[in-house]
């Protein structure tokens, strides 16, 4: 474990946290306006990396499968939100994990049926092939750096959009109050589906970005939904910047955990058992961290609602 | 009062099924499955039911007992009188412990943190790579009854099951009726009033919480015992997913209405299965329609004609 490997693995946890920002960043905020739990929200990053995959292989390009996934992604998210969510805002939070948890086992299928079981690979842009060098000798691939700007940019396209527009005025408003909001003569139902769409479209946008690193599978956004849910719980419901921080909190408690740990138990136990329990370990990480987030702070580091 | 004997003749017709000509190896397999889920299921009404804690991590408890089952097989311990107990110990100390930290949060946070919970243990299980690891520990036989292989027989699990099933859903139904399940109910509906009558209500729903998972240990026990093999994906939260549904498909209000979603759970996914392989296209649609317009459940529907 040299410092080069330490930086190497922080930088992939950075990624990996910004990946799981624009995840959660729509997550929490249907959740926050709306009060809406949606557990489809990861398999809509799973479509948007399986669009991104489509397009770029129908186009030859990874550019216009970008450009094409997005609106494609955004398309699916508002036709979710008009065939099922949009019925579900009035009914409890069972209901709704029930319907949403319905909707992945129809879309995680439905992936398999139309483009197979097989995981998809999709190239790297030619444009940001190749590495750069961070520190003499050390070579860290260009697409992602790109990755990791994007994912900052996306930041703070949203940070103004929430913070400095009127559509995220009504949004801030909206999470913290919405009953009130409606009263004021503000057509709650649109602003539920727009923030709907576009929380759909940058998890859209996150599984495009992901499809060159990670493989591209039935079932890939499983595993990020539910960070996702440990990112919003962690960084407080409705929070776009309890999420920012909490999703590169997470980021890179899971990616370091699981290049430490193990060696970490090596100096405790021999090195078999120690690659095992490092691993189990590793994975529980970031669960207990939020256990004990939760247990100092039960509504999480940025809490919106007061009361 | 005629809604009392719906659970008792779900009951009777898992009894008499055998009798009646259902007892092939197929058909007891199939209702052994939906014996041991329609266990998880009643402790899981119960937990959302009675208490109002909506836990996504049930299949964790499930998964604990099944491992306890594992675990001891491969030091070669297969006697039920130490099996049992530790597959019960081991899934309510596990919900203990969890319960302890979850019970705390309230509502959506609760949903989420049981779910956390639910994919540590998954994680915990994947990684025990003396176990069988990713793809799971075959038993090397079913747990022995004071040495005799009793289990074997594919009456006596089908009864040992209908038994547990009947006891877990008539304790359950007794807890929630007697002074304690009152905390509970009345915790669900306003805990502040419970508060304000000078009652805690968090040690009421921690027991309930940990009861719910020492059922859950029992199922696990069964389920391992079942199919002679035990691997991460019984405690994948799609599991925990699959079981919630049970208990709404059944009706959240009625314990009894865990066995009846599980039964049918279990009859249509093996149906759906055997027309096609991606059944999931057919079932997720489906899971989705339940909750928008079945409302109350199917216990609810047998309820309102009765």
């Known amino acids: 474990m040299t410092a080069q490997l330490l930086l190497v693995q922080a930088l992939n946890g950075l990624q990996l946290g910004i990946l799981l920002f624009l995840v959660a960043a729509g997550l929490t905020l249907v959740f926050g306006v709306m009060d809406f739990i949606n557990l489809a929200h990861g398999v809509q990053y799973m479509l948007g990396a399986y669009l991104g995959a489509a397009f770029a292989a129908a186009t030859g390009s990874f550019w216009w499968g970008l450009a094409l996934a997005l609106p494609a992604a955004l398309a699916a998210g508002l036709v979710l939100e008009v065939l099922v969510f949009r019925h579900l805002y009035a009914r409890d939070h069972l209901s709704q994990v029930l319907a949403t948890f319905g909707v992945i086992l129809f879309l995680n299928e439905g992936v398999k049926v139309v483009w ?22 050390l070579q860290y691939p260009i697409y992602r750096v790109a990755v990791l700007g994007a994912g900052l940019a996306t930041a ?106 193990p060696n970490l138990m090596r100096l405790f136990l021999d090195p078999s058992s120690a690659r095992q329990a490092g691993a189990a370990l590793a994975s529980m990480l970031v669960y207990v961290a939020m256990a004990a987030i939760l247990a100092f702070r039960p509504a999480g580091l940025f809490p919106v609602r007061t009361g | 009062m005629r809604e009392a004997w719906a659970p008792l003749a779900v009951l009777a017709a898992f009894a008499a099924a055998p009798l009646i000509g259902y007892s092939g190896a197929y058909e007891t397999t199939l209702m ?75 509502g959506v946070h609760f949903i989420m943190i049981t779910l956390a919970f639910g994919q540590m243990a998954f994680f915990t299980a994947s990684s025990l790579a003396a176990y069988g690891g990713d793809d799971g520990y075959t038993l090397y036989g079913r747990t022995e009854v004071a040495g005799t292989r009793l289990l074997e027989d594919r009456l006596a699990f089908h009864y040992l099951c209908l038994a547990a099933l009947t006891l877990t859903w008539a304790s359950c139904a007794m807890l929630l009726a007697s002074r304690f399940g009152r905390v509970l109910r009345a915790a669900r509906e306003n805990a502040q009033r419970v508060e304000a009558v000078g009652l805690a209500p968090y040690p009421f729903r921690l027991i309930a919480y940990a009861i719910a998972g020492a059922v859950g240990g029992l199922a696990g026990f069964l389920l391992a015992n079942a199919t002679e093999f035990v691997s991460p994906a019984t405690l994948s939260w799609q599991r925990s997913g699959e079981l919630l549904f049970m208990v709404i498909l059944g009706g959240a209000g009625r314990l009894w209405g865990g066995i009846l979603g599980a039964l049918v759970f279990v009859m249509l996914e093996t149906w759906l299965a055997q027309q096609t392989p991606h059944w999931k296209l057919v079932f997720g649609p489906m899971l989705v329609l339940a909750v928008l317009f079945l409302r109350g459940g199917l216990a609810g529907l047998v309820a309102r004609r009765g």
């Not at chain 1, 197979?116 to 000798?137: K, M």
């Not at chain 2, 937990?47 to 996504?56: E, I, K, Q, R, W």
């Not at chain 2, 675990?71 to 899934?91: K, R, Y």
């Open chain 1, 156 to 261: 703070a396209l949203l940070w103004w959009l929430v913070e400095r527009t009127r559509a995220g005025m009504l949004v801030r408003a909206g999470a913290t109050n919405a009953p009130m909001v409606a009263a004021l003569g503000v057509d709650i139902t649109r602003l539920f589906t727009l923030v709907f769409a576009f929380g759909a479209m940058l998890a859209g946008f996150a599984g495009v970005l992901a499809g060159p690193i990670f493989s591209v599978e039935p079932g890939m956004g499983d595993h990020v939904l539910i960070l996702a849910f440990v990112v919003i719980v962690i960084g407080g419901i409705g929070s776009i910047r309890g999420a920012f921080l909490a999703a590169l909190l997470v980021g890179l408690i899971d990616t370091l955990g699981k290049s430490l740990m």
């Open chain 2, 32 to 106: 052994a499955r939906a014996m041991i889920l329609g266990m998880a299921a009643v402790a899981l009404a119960f937990l959302v039911g009675g208490a109002g804690l909506v836990s996504l991590g049930h299949a964790a408890c499930l998964g604990v007992g099944a491992y306890a089952v594992a675990i001891l097989d491969a030091h070669g311990v297969t006697e039920a009188a130490v099996v049992l107990p530790a597959a019960i110990g081991a899934a309510a100390l596990f919900a203990l412990a969890t319960g302890a930290v979850a019970i705390r949060t309230s």
């Open chain 1, 116 to 137: 197979g079981a097989a995981p998809l690979q999709v190239p790297i842009p030619p444009l940001l092939d190749g590495g750069i060098e961070i520190s003499p000798g």
